[in-house]
Nanobody, 124 residues
Framework: QLQLAESGGGLVQAGGSLRLSCAAAGRIFRMPAMGWFRRAPGKEREFVGSISWSGDNSYYVDSVRGRFTISRDNTKNTVYLQMNSLKPEDTAVYYC?????????????????WGQGTQVTVSS
């Protein structure tokens, strides 16, 4: 099972950008598909998007599509979430997770092995 650690969160003004990183550690034979999730105050955890194990394909929910980009560097066992044009409603704790069940990498229910999260706060 992977150990995941997110970093890169912080405070940014609306319209700004942040890049989050998710570093994986453990016995890694091949990095699985990876996903990003977020939990806003008082709300349930929300799926943001995911990237296939190769990095050739990615998926985003409607609320972030066109603003967020997920990428990965398997040589570094690291996945990234580039967030542009940030809005106050993007404020949340952001988590990465690895795909732990077989299936379509776009299926949020297949992810587990959560990191500890990193706080993103977007001021208006």
């Amino acid at each position: 099972q992977l150990q995941l650690a997110e970093s890169g969160g912080g405070l940014v003004q609306a319209g700004g950008s942040l890049r989050l990183s998710c570093a994986a550690a453990g016995r890694i034979f091949r990095m699985p598909a990876m996903g990003w999730f977020r939990r806003a105050p008082g709300k349930e955890r929300e799926f943001v998007g995911s990237i296939s194990w190769s990095g050739d394909n990615s998926y985003y929910v409607d609320s972030v599509r066109g603003r967020f980009t997920i990428s990965r560097d398997n040589t570094k066992n690291t996945v990234y979430l580039q967030m542009n044009s940030l809005k106050p409603e993007d404020t949340a704790v952001y988590y990465c997770a690895s795909q732990v069940l077989s299936g379509d990498y776009r299926d949020s229910g297949l992810f587990g092995s959560w990191g500890q999260g990193t706080q993103v706060t977007v001021s208006s």
